[in-house]
């Protein structure tokens, strides 16, 4: 079964860092590009980045808001896909997700965890 | 950057009704197109992929039609699982981007 969780979500002042962890598990993780994906509270579904795999060098992408302070990487020996997040600012409150790319490319995000919560607030 | 453009932002609807979404992109992107569902305090689930392929394990009452810049969604019988809030996102460029969300209420 193909799974997918997050972890490291919590509280943070303005102008702090936190790094998120995703665990995946049930697929080969290798293979697959991942991507993660953010929801501020009541709001609707921004895509922040995404890693390619290492046949594609690991490149990344980001999305304009969070580029030069996030940085996406990945450690296919753990099966982890992390997210660093630095100069936090109060938007950058939401619940964030990791979501595996499917294989066939161009392709959507087809399998994504519960999500954490990263609240950025003095 | 593409810009995507959902309507309506919230539908009304009974159960058996068949409902229709419509996603238009500020560019042509081709097929480059899928729709997710996601459920208050849930994960989005990926429902089509390809503008019209259906992801295993979706119901058949979900279809997804289109193409360049003009797309729907449709559920051709409105079922009580299926209030919800659905997405449509594009991954022909960078930056991916997805629609504002159309919410499916009870009428």
């Known amino acids: 079964e193909v799974q997918v969780e997050e972890s490291g979500g919590g509280l943070v002042q303005p102008g702090g860092s936190l790094r998120l962890s995703c665990a995946a598990s049930?697929?080969?993780?290798?293979?697959?590009?991942m991507d993660w994906v953010r929801q501020a509270p009541g709001k609707g579904l921004e895509w922040v980045g995404r890693?390619?795999?290492?046949?594609?060098?690991?490149?990344?992408e980001y999305a304009a808001s969070v580029k030069g302070r996030f940085t996406i990487s990945r450690d296919d020996s753990k099966n982890s896909l992390y997210l660093q997040m630095d100069s936090l600012k109060t938007e950058d409150t939401a619940v964030y997700y990791c979501?595996?790319?499917?294989?066939?490319?161009?392709?959507?995000?087809?399998?994504w965890g519960q999500g954490t919560l990263v609240t950025v607030s003095s | 950057d593409i810009q995507m453009t959902q309507s309506p932002s919230t539908l009304s609807a009974s159960v058996g009704d068949r409902v229709t979404i419509t996603c238009r992109a500020s560019q042509s992107i081709s097929s480059w197109l899928a729709w997710y569902q996601q459920k208050p305090g849930k994960a989005p689930k990926l429902l089509i992929y390809k503008a019209s392929s259906l992801e295993s394990g979706v119901p058949s009452r979900f279809s997804g039609s289109g193409s360049g810049t003009e797309f729907t969604l449709t559920i051709s019988s409105l079922q009580p699982d299926d209030f919800a809030t659905y997405y449509c996102q594009q991954y022909k460029s960078y930056p991916l981007t997805f629609g504002g969300g159309t919410k499916a209420e009870i009428k």
């Open positions: 049930g697929f080969t993780f290798s293979d697959h590009y």
């Open positions: 979501a595996r790319v499917s294989v066939v490319l161009p392709a959507a995000t087809d399998y």
């Open positions: 890693t390619r795999n290492k046949a594609n060098s690991y490149t990344t």
